[in-house]
Every structure is written in C-alpha cells, then in structure tokens.
C-alpha cells in the first residue's frame, strides 16, 4: 500500500466511482449524472498527482456493501478491468475505512488508494515551504495511524531520533508509538509556525491595513486573480491544489487606500475533517480577515455545486457573518447571453486571465471594508523626509502636498495609530487648505 508515497508519474491508474441511487444533490441532476461528474473529477485529482489515468468504472448501488463499497462481484469485475488496463493501482471516488480497504486490496492484489489519500499525494507533491511540508506530513501520519495493522509499514523515511522500548516490543506497536512521536513534534513545530504568524498578523494590525482573503473551490483561478491584483508571481497551474502555502501582498484601492490580500489553499468537496485542522495555519489567513472574497469558475457546469461546498466549508472555519464578495471568475469563456443573464446582479464578473473587470472588483472591495474611522490632518515635514511621506501614501490617502516655506505640507487621512505616530508632524487643524 502506497501510503506515504505519491503516485508516480509511470503508473496507470483505474478510477472507481461508487454511487447511491437516492444521491441527488442539485435539483433535476440525476444521481448517475453526480457520480459522473464525481469521476471527473476525480480523473483531474489523478492527473494532478501525477497519474497516467488507464480508465474508469463506475457502480450505482441502493446502499453501500460494508465490507468492501461495491460488493465481491463488482471486485471480480474491477481486478479484469485492472488487469487488462495494466493498472497498478486503483482509485476510489470514497474515503475508504481502514478495513473496507484491506478487504478491497486483498481481492484486487493490487495497490488502493481512497479520495483522501489522493489528495494528500498532491499536497505532498505541491508543498513549497517548511510549513506546508509538515501540514502535509501531519494530515498524511493522521491518516496512516489507524490503518498500520497486517500492513508492515516502512517508517524510515519519518527520520532517525525516534527509539524503541526494546526487543519485546512487537513491530506494530514500535511503529505506532513513532508516529505518535512524530506527530508530536510536528505539532509542536507548526505551533512555532502558528505563533509567528500571530506575530506577523500583529504587527500588520499596527500598521494598520485591512486585510481581504481570496477562498473558492480548487481550480478557480484564485492564484491568477491574485497575481493580476498584485503582480506577485505566484505560481499557478490548471492542475488542482496548485496553492498551498499562503501568500500575503498589499494592493492600492482607487482611492488609494491599500489592503493585504491573502491567496489561500483551494477548497473541495468532501474535505476530511483531519485535513482542514491540519491547515489551520494556512486557513487562519482567511479566518483573520475582514473581507472574504468568494472565488468562483463561473465557466464551470457544476459551479452551484462548487460555490455549496465553499460556504459549508467557510460555515465550518466561522466565517458565515464575514463580509463577503462574490468573484465571478472566467467570464471570458461566456457566451454574450450567459453574460447579460449575470449583469444586475450583486456578484463582479472579472477575467483574471485578461484583467476584465479588476477595477469594478477593486471598487466593490473598498466599498465593503469596514470603515477604519480615519482621520484628516495636515503635516509638515522636511523636504528630504521622504520615509515619513512614503509612510503617509502607504498607510493613509493623501489629498494634497506642496512646498512652503522651505517644508512639504501634506494634506492627508490616515488611521488613528498613524496619526499617533505623526503627531510631532502635524499642524493645527484650522490651518488654511491650499
């Protein structure tokens, strides 16, 4: 069983989807069209783990076998289609209880991964940063712990320091007590992570800058609307799960005002409950900020489906009273009439890809920021005091500035710790504007 491995790039894979007949989870969508649309995706998972995907098959049943999902005769079926596929390893579109996946590669002889295993295998292969690296191991040991027995597992690439209680100890119980010890420490280890996060999101609020966090269904386009808002150059990529690793940028508004804006991990249907605790880091980026923009691929059939799972899941971190704007994302692969049926509405049509609709979008955003109460001053300064007017631009708006007297004067609002900050600057309130 592959799993702490990801799947390789030379291995044919065959997808099992498993269906419930009474399953309907959008009105007039079969639960045959809901299970292929399922597979779907499950084939771009695949794909996004690197697989070579050989074929697939998909059952429909009035009730799921529980000792193996599909039953002995649908098994006898797969292993043939496996065999004259030539794949080494099948997929299936459910997360699979340690016994039913036992039960499932016993009779196929071959290696079986479930949803949530694949879906670790492209975390694995997309972590970047330290961070995102003991995310990922941490999720993956949580996922093993309950599936070591008959397995024999290979920990050695877990790393060394961990010991043994000594030459009675049975191998299963060794193992179980090294992962114990390693998720230990790596918990201990993203705590560190977690903690300098609040230290960086401390010294962001003594700034201060609001902040607005892009969140949406994996594949929206949330990493390339970020970089069209920020030039950041964040890496994006048409595969799945393409972000892991928070990323935070300031944007100008057109009032001038500015906004840190976090691109964070896509969302999916069926989430684990154990994979969304093992990126509380990464999420808490969403979870802190003030205005949450709700990415979709308005492109997408299944869009209704997508934007569900993404406000279940947003339910779920506490978001559901967050100030929220919905991105329409793709527009550009609509029709003229598919355009006109969307305009009127509360949500902004953009194109990341082509920059359409980023001013209307970066309008929307300043109009639904809390307001931050700022004050109007005026200032005077050294004309080669340019550290403190650059800080008046960043961090306020500047009405107006000119030189008198051998000094700039500065017209400008800004937040009231700025303005604590400049309080040697400024000048009396009833001085005359220019």
Same mark, same amino acid.
């Given at each position: 069983m592959?799993?702490?491995q990801?799947?390789g790039? =030379?291995e044919?894979?065959l997808?099992?989807?498993?269906g419930?007949?009474?399953?309907?989870?959008? @009105?007039?969508?079969?639960?045959?069209?809901?299970e292929?649309?399922?597979?779907?995706?499950?084939?771009?998972?695949?794909l996004?783990?690197?697989? *070579?995907?050989?074929?697939?098959?998909?059952?429909m049943? *009035?009730?799921l076998d @529980?000792?193996s !999902?599909v039953g002995?005769?649908?098994? *006898?079926?797969?292993?043939?289609e496996?065999?004259?596929?030539?794949?080494?390893?099948?997929?299936?579109?459910?997360?699979l209880t340690?016994?039913?996946?036992? /039960?499932?590669e016993?009779?196929?002889?071959? =290696?079986v991964l479930?949803?949530t295993q694949?879906?670790? *295998?492209?975390?694995?292969r997309?972590?970047?940063t330290r961070?995102?690296?003991l995310?990922v191991?941490?999720?993956?040991?949580?996922?093993?712990?309950p599936r070591l027995?008959?397995?024999?597992?290979?920990?050695s690439r877990?790393?060394?320091g961990?010991?043994?209680?000594?030459?009675?100890?049975q191998?299963?119980?060794t193992?179980?007590?090294?992962?114990? %010890?390693?998720i230990?420490?790596?918990?201990a280890?993203?705590?560190?992570?977690?903690?300098r996060?609040r230290?960086q999101?401390?010294?962001?609020?003594?700034?201060?800058l609001?902040?607005a966090?892009l969140? #949406?269904?994996? /594949?929206?386009?949330? =990493?390339?609307?970020?970089n069209a808002?920020?030039?950041a %150059?964040?890496?994006? =990529?048409?595969?799945?799960?393409?972000?892991l690793?928070p990323t935070?940028?300031a944007v100008?508004l @057109?009032?001038?005002?500015?906004?840190?804006?976090?691109?964070?991990?896509?969302?999916?249907r069926?989430?684990?409950p154990?994979?969304?605790a093992? &990126?509380r880091?990464?999420?808490?980026?969403?979870?802190?900020?003030? +205005?949450?923009l709700?990415?979709t691929?308005i492109?997408?059939?299944?869009?209704t489906?997508?934007?569900?799972?993404?406000?279940?899941?947003?339910d779920?971190?506490g978001?559901? #009273?967050r100030?929220?704007?919905?991105v329409? /994302?793709k527009?550009?692969r609509l029709s003229e009439?598919?355009l006109q049926?969307?305009?009127g509405?509360?949500?902004?049509?953009?194109s990341?890809?082509?920059?359409d609709?980023?001013?209307?979008?970066l309008?929307r955003?300043e109009?639904?920021?809390?307001?931050? #109460?700022l004050?109007?001053?005026? &200032?005077?300064?050294?004309?080669?005091d340019?550290r403190t007017?650059?800080?008046l631009?960043?961090r306020?708006? !500047?009405f107006?500035?000119e030189?008198?007297?051998?000094?700039?004067?500065?017209d400008?609002?800004?937040?009231?710790?700025?303005?604590?900050? +400049?309080?040697?600057?400024s000048?009396?309130?009833?001085?005359?504007?220019?």
């Amino acid at each position: 069983m592959k799993t702490l491995q990801p799947v390789g790039s =030379s291995e044919h894979v065959l997808l099992v989807g498993v269906g419930l007949r009474r399953t309907a989870r959008l @009105p007039g969508l079969a639960a045959s069209d809901y299970e292929r649309e399922r597979i779907e995706e499950l084939r771009e998972l695949a794909l996004s783990a690197g697989a *070579d995907v050989a074929g697939s098959l998909i059952q429909m049943r *009035d009730e799921l076998d @529980p000792a193996s !999902v599909v039953g002995r005769g649908k098994l *006898d079926e797969i292993r043939a289609e496996a065999l004259a596929r030539r794949a080494s390893v099948v997929i299936f579109d459910r997360n699979l209880t340690p016994a039913q996946q036992r /039960n499932i590669e016993k009779a196929l002889d071959c =290696s079986v991964l479930d949803r949530t295993q694949l879906i670790l *295998d492209i975390f694995a292969r997309h972590a970047r940063t330290r961070e995102g690296m003991l995310q990922v191991e941490l999720a993956q040991l949580n996922y093993l712990l309950p599936r070591l027995a008959g397995r024999g597992v290979e920990l050695s690439r877990l790393g060394g320091g961990i010991g043994t209680r000594g030459p009675g100890e049975q191998k299963l119980e060794t193992d179980r007590r090294r992962i114990r %010890g390693r998720i230990a420490k790596i918990r201990a280890e993203i705590e560190l992570v977690r903690r300098r996060r609040r230290v960086q999101r401390g010294a962001r609020r003594d700034i201060p800058l609001p902040s607005a966090a892009l969140v #949406g269904y994996t /594949n929206a386009g949330k =990493s390339t609307l970020f970089n069209a808002l920020t030039r950041a %150059g964040v890496v994006t =990529s048409p595969r799945m799960f393409a972000t892991l690793d928070p990323t935070v940028r300031a944007v100008a508004l @057109p009032s001038g005002r500015r906004v840190l804006l976090s691109d964070t991990v896509g969302f999916i249907r069926d989430l684990p409950p154990g994979l969304i605790a093992a &990126f509380r880091a990464t999420l808490e980026e969403a979870q802190e900020a003030a +205005l949450i923009l709700h990415v979709t691929d308005i492109s997408s059939p299944h869009h209704t489906e997508h934007d569900a799972e993404v406000v279940k899941i947003l339910d779920e971190l506490g978001l559901a #009273g967050r100030p929220r704007i919905h991105v329409l /994302n793709k527009c550009d692969r609509l029709s003229e009439d598919q355009l006109q049926s969307l305009a009127g509405g509360h949500s902004v049509c953009v194109s990341a890809l082509h920059g359409d609709g980023l001013r209307d979008l970066l309008a929307r955003i300043e109009v639904a920021l809390p307001s931050e #109460g700022l004050v109007r001053m005026q &200032f005077e300064l050294a004309l080669d005091d340019g550290r403190t007017l650059a800080r008046l631009h960043s961090r306020g708006r !500047v009405f107006a500035s000119e030189v008198r007297d051998s000094h700039l004067w500065v017209d400008a609002e800004v937040p009231p710790a700025l303005a604590a900050q +400049l309080k040697p600057f400024s000048l009396a309130s009833g001085r005359d504007h220019p």
